[in-house]
């Protein structure tokens, strides 16, 4: 579904919210391709004891492969005691897809860094 070629390459953004949150600000589309990148990210963010921020507000496509790591990273934020949030105000195509796959409602989530880092704060 690549649009023009500077939507095909996704970026993944490592950014340090807070002393204990790390955020992955994604930019692009993101489909099975990116999905072991992104993988990877989590997984290194977590092993360093971090809590996990995922945010797709600047995502313009996502494929069930995404979706289906974001469950993963969220389960394994839980499994090392850590937190894990899915932040978006993103666009209509992407929101749709966690939508319909109910990711919205089974992820814990916010619409902008401070709602995210205030979900963290309180599940502490």
Do not use: C
């Not at 391709?33 to 977590?46: I, K």
């Not at 394994?76 to 949030?85: E, I």
């Not at 319909?100 to 205030?118: F, M, S, V």
């Amino acid at each position: 579904m690549t649009t023009s070629p500077e939507a095909a390459a996704p970026v993944i953004q490592v950014i340090e919210a807070t002393d204990e949150i790390v955020a992955l600000d994604l930019e692009g589309e993101f489909d099975i391709s990116a999905a072991p990148e992104l993988t990877a990210y989590a997984e290194r963010v977590l092993a360093a004891g971090k809590d996990l921020i995922v945010n797709l507000s600047d995502v313009t496509f996502i494929d069930s492969s995404i979706i289906h790591a974001l469950f993963a990273a969220e389960g394994q934020a839980r499994k090392a005691g850590r937190t894990f949030v899915l932040q978006f105000g993103t666009h209509a195509a992407v929101e749709r897809v966690l939508e319909i796959t109910g990711t919205d409602k089974a992820l814990p989530n916010a619409p902008t860094r401070e709602g995210a880092i205030g979900l963290i704060h309180h599940s502490v």
